[in-house]
């Protein structure tokens, strides 16, 4: 059983910043896929960013040059620095962790393939 917890969340104008987190438990956090996935009231969930096993990451396009994903396995944490915030990023905000992803990699960790997921921060981005 692996426990998420996102902090981080909030209101900001357009072209502000915020940083996401999530802390989560296990003790093998080093070999965990983990991603940030995003969404809005009646909307599909969309992956944001994701971080392989291995420490290759991959972004959706929508994000790219914007947001920044980072892992730290010493703290068992998981960063979402996001810049130049535009108001279609208004949405909620989900962490998720995968503890048996293999050799996945790439684009399919932007789909919601995870086992373990946190229960969101908003993030509101005002025009």
């Known amino acids: 059983q692996v426990q998420l917890v996102e902090s981080g969340g909030g209101s900001v104008q357009a072209g502000g910043s915020l940083r996401l987190s999530c802390a989560a438990s296990?003790?093998?956090?080093?070999?965990?896929?983990m991603g940030w996935f995003r969404q809005g009231s009646g909307e599909e969930r969309e992956g944001v960013a994701a971080i392989d096993r291995d420490g290759s990451i991959t972004y959706a396009d929508s994000v790219k040059g914007r947001f920044t994903i980072s892992k730290d396995d010493a703290k068992n944490t998981l960063d979402l620095q996001m810049n130049s915030l535009k108001p279609e990023d208004n949405d909620m905000y989900f962490c998720a962790a995968e503890p048996h992803c293999g050799a996945l990699s790439g684009p399919i960790l932007l789909k919601p393939i995870f086992t373990y997921w946190g229960q969101g921060t908003q993030v509101t981005v005002s025009s």
């Open positions: 296990g003790s093998r956090y080093k070999r965990y896929c």
